[in-house]
C-alpha cells in the first residue's frame, strides 16, 4: 500500500478549459474526500463519498464541478469552464469508517493537485 | 466554512524550544485533530484526542482540549529544524462525516 496518490501533481489550464484530477485512495478505505486550499488557508472541505455514494457536497462545490467515484475505488473531479478563483490546491483524502464515530478515526490525504487557472 | 481558528498565525522558535499553538472552535465536536503540512505537501495526521479527554501524548507532542471555552493546544517540545511546517486543527462533529480545519500556524524552527 503506497497511500494516496493523486494526479496530475500540478496543473496550468486557459480559463474556461474543463480539466480532471483523479484520485486513489488507500485500498481498504471506503471514504474519500475531496478540499480545496488556497495559499495560506486550511482546507475546505467539497464532497465526500462512502463507497460510490456521494453523501455529501458543500456549497463551494458550484454547479461546474463534479465528482465521481464509480465502483467505489479511484474518484474523479472535474471543474468544467475554469476561472481564474478556481486555482487552488486541490487534496483527496480517505479514511476507514466514519470521523465521528466510536473508533478514533484519521484522514489519510495525498500530496494534492496544485491548479493554476491563467 | 472553516471552523476552527488557530493562534499565532505565525511563529518562530530556535531549535529546542518549545512550541505552542492553540485552537479555537465554535461547535460541539467528537473530536479534534491536529494535521502537519510542510510546505505545498499534503497533510499529516499527528495526534487526535476525543471530546471527553482533556490531555493527550504522542512523543513530543502534547494535546490538550478544553470542551468548556471551545479550545485547544498543541506543544511540541524540545523543536527541530524538520519542525518547520504549517499545523491545522481539525474538528468532527458528534456524528460528524468531515473535517473542518482552521486556518493554520505556520512554525518556523530556526537551527
Known amino acids: 500500500d503506497t497511500g494516496v496518490s493523486q494526479d496530475p501533481r500540478h496543473k496550468i489550464t486557459k480559463r474556461g478549459q474543463n480539466v480532471t484530477f483523479r484520485c486513489d485512495p488507500i485500498s481498504e478505505h471506503n471514504r474519500l474526500y475531496w478540499y480545496r486550499q488556497t495559499l495560506g488557508q486550511g482546507p475546505e472541505f467539497l464532497t465526500y463519498?462512502?463507497?460510490?455514494?456521494?453523501?455529501?457536497k458543500s456549497r463551494l462545490l458550484s454547479d461546474r464541478f463534479s465528482a465521481e467515484r464509480p465502483k467505489g475505488s479511484f474518484s474523479t473531479l472535474e471543474i468544467q469552464r475554469t476561472e481564474q478563483g478556481d486555482s487552488a490546491m486541490y487534496l483527496c483524502?480517505?479514511?476507514?469508517?466514519?470521523?465521528?464515530?466510536?473508533?478514533?478515526?484519521?484522514?489519510?490525504f495525498g500530496q494534492g493537485t496544485r491548479l493554476t487557472v491563467v | 466554512s472553516q471552523q476552527g481558528e488557530e493562534d499565532p498565525q505565525a511563529l518562530s522558535i530556535q531549535e529546542g524550544e518549545n512550541a505552542t499553538m492553540n485552537c479555537s472552535y465554535k461547535?460541539?465536536?467528537?473530536?479534534l485533530q491536529w494535521y502537519r503540512q510542510n510546505s505545498g505537501r499534503g497533510l499529516v495526521h499527528l495526534i487526535l484526542i476525543r471530546s471527553n479527554e482533556r490531555e493527550k501524548h504522542s512523543g513530543r507532542l502534547r494535546v490538550t482540549l478544553d470542551t468548556s471555552k471551545k479550545s485547544s493546544s498543541l506543544l511540541i517540545t524540545a523543536s527541530r529544524a524538520a519542525d518547520t511546517a504549517s499545523y491545522f486543527c481539525?474538528?468532527?462533529?458528534?456524528?460528524?462525516?468531515?473535517?473542518?480545519f482552521g486556518a493554520g500556524t505556520i512554525l518556523r524552527v530556526k537551527s
Open positions: 483524502a480517505s479514511s476507514l469508517g466514519v470521523f465521528g464515530g466510536a473508533r478514533n478515526t484519521e484522514a489519510f
Open positions: 461547535t460541539s465536536i467528537n473530536n
Open positions: 463519498f462512502q463507497n460510490e455514494a456521494q453523501l455529501e
Open positions: 481539525a474538528t468532527v462533529a458528534e456524528y460528524g462525516n468531515k473535517l473542518v
